[in-house]
């Protein structure tokens, strides 16, 4: 029995494992929109709803809105960041919106950040949901990652010898997909 079924050999870039790309594009734009939306509701506040007593608190009150609208911004775009990160780790997206945005002083979002599952991406072969750290589909076996034909535990695909047990990875009959960098 081979421990290396490769069944789409061309589809993967070697060593990369398809997962959704954790930057910019992970915020929402309507929590752009809402963001800019709070900055600017923020210095309505600050200079035009609050009292000014004495003229002479410009600088004051220049200060208090832009640190004040620059946190509720970064708030309203965690909250939109969240929402799309809670979805690709399978998690309920109702109740997490709910903790971030209800739990005060971002506390919510700290929680989230400690407790939040391992993002889920799908096996190329049989679309079972897996995390990023398995080497090996549970369900068909699919590689996912280089490892060791020895000991089987994960190894960087520039290796040349196994860090956990020195075996000779050139020995190993590794999928054409996670070959790299090898003559
Ligand atoms: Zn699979
Ligand atoms: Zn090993």
């Given at each position: 029995m081979s421990f290396f079924r490769s069944h789409n050999d061309s589809v993967d870039v070697p060593g990369q494992r398809s997962q959704p790309?954790?930057?910019?594009?992970?915020?929402?734009?309507?929590?752009?929109v809402l963001a800019i939306a709070a900055f600017a509701s923020m210095q309505y506040l600050v200079h035009f709803v609050l009292p000014h007593h004495k003229p002479d608190m410009l600088p004051m009150r220049l200060l208090m809105g832009y640190s004040w609208g620059t946190l509720f911004a970064s708030y309203v775009?965690?909250?939109?960041?969240?929402?799309?990160?809670?979805?690709?780790?399978?998690?309920s997206p109702g109740?997490?919106?709910?903790?971030?945005?209800?739990?005060?002083?971002?506390?919510?979002?700290?929680?989230?950040?400690l407790l939040r599952q391992p993002i889920l991406s799908r096996c190329p072969h049989c679309?079972?949901?897996?995390?990023?750290?398995?080497?090996?589909?549970?369900?068909?076996?699919?590689?996912?990652?280089?490892v060791c034909g020895q000991?089987?535990?994960?190894?960087?695909?520039?290796?040349?010898?196994?860090?956990?047990?020195?075996?000779?990875?050139?020995?190993?009959?590794?999928?054409?997909?996670?070959?790299?960098?090898?003559?």
């Amino acid at each position: 029995m081979s421990f290396f079924r490769s069944h789409n050999d061309s589809v993967d870039v070697p060593g990369q494992r398809s997962q959704p790309p954790d930057d910019l594009s992970m915020i929402p734009a309507w929590s752009v929109v809402l963001a800019i939306a709070a900055f600017a509701s923020m210095q309505y506040l600050v200079h035009f709803v609050l009292p000014h007593h004495k003229p002479d608190m410009l600088p004051m009150r220049l200060l208090m809105g832009y640190s004040w609208g620059t946190l509720f911004a970064s708030y309203v775009l965690l909250v939109g960041y969240v929402s799309r990160d809670v979805k690709r780790r399978n998690m309920s997206p109702g109740l997490w919106m709910l903790i971030v945005i209800m739990m005060p002083g971002g506390i919510g979002a700290i929680v989230y950040f400690l407790l939040r599952q391992p993002i889920l991406s799908r096996c190329p072969h049989c679309s079972t949901e897996i995390a990023s750290s398995y080497n090996f589909c549970p369900q068909c076996q699919f590689q996912m990652a280089p490892v060791c034909g020895q000991c089987f535990r994960g190894v960087e695909i520039t290796d040349v010898y196994c860090k956990q047990c020195g075996h000779d990875l050139q020995e190993d009959q590794v999928p054409a997909r996670l070959k790299a960098f090898r003559d």
